[in-house]
């Protein structure tokens, strides 16, 4: 089982890059696009997770 696991990471590891290549130019338009379309919904979500990690580090 350990040796299936490690195989796994190493597939992880090996893909990583590929994925960050091809969804990463994907993210930036999408988070664009409803940066302008809901800067008030973006704006609570951003304070909300600011407070919840705030609390967590506390």
Same mark, same amino acid.
Do not use: G, S, T
């Given at each position: 089982?350990?040796?299936? /696991?490690?195989? /796994?990471?190493?597939?992880?590891?090996?893909?990583?890059?590929?994925?960050?290549?091809?969804?990463?130019?994907?993210?930036?338009?999408?988070?664009?696009?409803?940066?302008?379309?809901?800067?008030?919904?973006?704006?609570?979500?951003?304070?909300?997770?600011?407070?919840?990690?705030?609390?967590?580090?506390?």
């Amino acid at each position: 089982m350990d040796e299936r /696991i490690y195989q /796994i990471a190493e597939q992880i590891v090996e893909i990583h890059p590929k994925n960050y290549e091809v969804y990463l130019p994907l993210v930036e338009d999408v988070c664009r696009k409803y940066l302008y379309v809901y800067p008030r919904c973006i704006k609570f979500y951003i304070e909300a997770y600011r407070k919840m990690w705030e609390d967590e580090n506390k």
